[in-house]
């Protein structure tokens, strides 16, 4: 059974950094697509960065020169380092692991889910 566990959230002021890390087991995921999506009260669940099964990341726009992805195959771990963080990426961020090369949609197995607050 495929497991992901989040950590690595928490509050932080603006323009600050925060690193998450999604831990997976119970397959073998470095033929996945590994992504992190974030949702909010007022928004539905939202790509913010993922990164295919050969390494190419893909990024929203508003996250485009202040996020990384990453991911350690060796470690079955993908990583989100945050920098310049702005309180509109305050939210739930979650981890996704997937088959394919879409992220569109609801697929694949999920994490629990961690905050991301940015409040000075």
């Known amino acids: 059974q495929v497991r992901l566990v989040e950590s690595g959230g928490g509050l932080v002021q603006p323009g600050g950094s925060l690193r998450l890390s999604c831990a997976a087991s119970g397959s073998v995921f470095r033929f996945y697509a590994m992504a992190w999506y974030r949702q909010t009260p007022e928004k539905q669940r939202e790509l913010v960065a993922g990164i295919s099964s050969s390494g190419s990341p893909t990024y929203a726009d508003s996250v485009k020169g202040r996020f990384t992805i990453s991911r350690d195959n060796a470690k079955d771990t993908v990583y989100l380092q945050m920098n310049s963080l702005k309180p509109e990426d305050t939210a739930v961020y979650y981890c996704?692991?997937?088959?394919?090369?879409?992220?569109?949609?609801?697929?694949?197995?999920w994490g629990q889910g961690t905050q991301v607050t940015v409040s000075s």
């Open positions: 996704n692991v997937r088959i394919g090369s879409s992220y569109n949609g609801e697929n694949g197995h």
